[in-house]
């Protein structure tokens, strides 16, 4: 009736399975902390390059065109500024997008 084989089996599977839950969730938790940083700082480095990059660029070309073509407004401040709304623009639609991903990847994780 109660075979001692199927006793040890039962035992090795529900051990083997609890082996298998506690390496899963470790390695979901090392994942985790490891994407996280180095996703937060790419998103950093990211940001400050996609606003900093447009706004010196519109700087330089509004430079080069007030030199060129002087006139009664300048080309600098307005290139300036659409440099920068153009950069916080690309900087907030990068970040929309991870923050979609991220919470795509926690619901699945949850799942």
Known sequence: MNDPDDKLSSGKADFSRQIEAKAARKLKAQRHVTQTVWSGLGMMGLVGWSVAMP????????????????????????????????????????????????RKQEADDND
């Open 55 to 102: 706004t010196l660029l519109g700087a330089a070309l509004g430079l080069w065109l007030d030199d060129r073509y002087p006139g009664g407004h300048s080309w600098t401040l307005a290139l300036l500024a659409a440099g920068l709304v153009l950069g916080c623009f690309n900087a907030w639609h990068w970040v929309d997008k991870e923050g979609r991903e991220i």
